[in-house]
């Protein structure tokens, strides 16, 4: 018969065992953050819809002939300045958007996050 | 109204049009939204109305600019002629027109009168300055303009319905 101790301890050990392998595997990974970008040309936002994970970057890229810029629309919580034909404006998403351009509002355009 | 309704008609008769008549015709034609705005941004008091009028004369200067860029680069001297010259005396007219009205009766007149000119612009720019042009960069830069008159027909007509 086995002595007590190595039952007690055998069991610990396993338990141990079983404890790292379900709680101590390799750490997550955060996804790497991507760029996207948008252009503006024709008086409209190319692509007009983009889905991206939060804390990528988004970069709009005034292709036009006229002056235009990105506004959210609901409260204005960020926007770019005014941005003249070859102008950009890059922002980091933090939630998901629709937005305009607050100088032709017919121009619209929306971020969603995954 | 009257001034929409002859630049349609002119649009229907298509008038021979050389390249440097063309650049005129398309320059008088934004410098006579320019002045309409002028008188938006002097006479109204509505904040949407006086907005959309700075948005005109902010596009319509830089498609001058634009286009008075490349007639120098192409080599062509814009050329007064006889629909440029009509375009203006109608416009003379609508101005008159809306400098008579004042207050809801003003911002009505302009953006309606706005809703009609762009739908012209369109149809002369589209029927007979496009297809007469010879030149393909300057055809090209026409083209470049219809998305923006059409977007500012459909900000015109947003702004029409808040004077229904």
């Given at each position: 018969?086995?002595?007590?101790?190595?039952?007690?301890?055998?069991?610990?050990?396993?338990?141990?065992?079983?404890?790292?392998?379900?709680?101590?595997?390799?750490?997550?990974?955060?996804?790497?953050?991507?760029?996207y970008t948008v252009e503006?040309?024709?008086?409209e936002f190319q692509p007009a819809e983009l889905s991206?994970?939060?804390?990528?970057?988004v970069?709009?890229?005034?292709?036009?002939?006229?002056?235009?810029?990105?506004?959210?629309?609901?409260?204005?919580?960020?926007?770019?300045?005014?941005?003249?034909?070859?102008?950009?404006?890059?922002?980091?998403?933090?939630?998901?958007?629709?937005?305009?351009?607050?100088?032709?509002?017919?121009?619209?355009g929306k971020l969603v996050?995954? | 109204?009257?001034?929409?309704?002859?630049?349609?008609?002119?649009?229907?008769?298509?008038?021979?049009?050389?390249?440097?008549?063309?650049?005129?015709?398309?320059?008088?034609?934004?410098?006579?939204?320019?002045?309409?705005?002028?008188?938006?941004?002097?006479?109204?008091?509505?904040?949407?109305?006086?907005?959309?009028?700075?948005?005109?004369?902010?596009?319509?200067?830089?498609?001058?600019?634009?286009?008075?860029?490349?007639?120098?680069?192409?080599?062509?001297?814009?050329?007064?002629?006889?629909?440029?010259?009509?375009?203006?005396?109608?416009?003379?007219?609508?101005?008159?027109?809306?400098?008579?009205?004042?207050?809801?009766?003003?911002?009505?007149?302009?953006?309606?009168?706005?809703?009609?000119?762009?739908?012209?612009?369109?149809?002369?720019?589209?029927?007979?300055?496009?297809?007469?042009?010879?030149?393909?960069?300057?055809?090209?830069?026409?083209?470049?303009?219809?998305?923006?008159?059409?977007?500012?027909?459909?900000?015109?007509?947003?702004?029409?319905?808040?004077?229904?």
């Amino acid at each position: 018969m086995k002595n007590p101790f190595y039952r007690i301890a055998n069991a610990l050990a396993g338990s141990m065992l079983a404890f790292m392998l379900t709680n101590c595997s390799a750490p997550e990974k955060k996804p790497i953050p991507k760029s996207y970008t948008v252009e503006i040309k024709a008086m409209e936002f190319q692509p007009a819809e983009l889905s991206v994970q939060k804390g990528d970057t988004v970069q709009f890229v005034n292709h036009d002939i006229l002056t235009h810029n990105v506004t959210e629309e609901k409260t204005k919580a960020w926007g770019s300045p005014s941005l003249a034909p070859g102008d950009a404006y890059k922002m980091v998403v933090s939630k998901s958007s629709d937005y305009y351009c607050s100088l032709h509002p017919v121009m619209k355009g929306k971020l969603v996050t995954e | 109204m009257i001034f929409a309704f002859s630049v349609f008609a002119l649009a229907q008769e298509k008038p021979k049009l050389s390249d440097p008549e063309v650049a005129f015709v398309a320059v008088t034609a934004n410098q006579i939204d320019i002045d309409f705005a002028g008188v938006a941004i002097q006479k109204s008091k509505d904040a949407s109305v006086i907005e959309f009028a700075n948005t005109m004369e902010r596009d319509h200067k830089a498609v001058i600019a634009q286009a008075t860029a490349l007639a120098k680069k192409l080599g062509v001297t814009p050329k007064n002629n006889a629909v440029s010259k009509g375009m203006l005396a109608n416009a003379e007219k609508t101005k008159k027109n809306l400098r008579s009205k004042s207050g809801t009766a003003f911002n009505k007149a302009y953006i309606d009168n706005e809703v009609a000119y762009h739908k012209a612009v369109i149809a002369a720019v589209e029927n007979i300055l496009i297809p007469e042009t010879a030149n393909s960069e300057l055809k090209q830069f026409l083209q470049n303009v219809v998305p923006a008159l059409k977007a500012h027909l459909m900000h015109a007509e947003m702004l029409q319905n808040n004077y229904k």
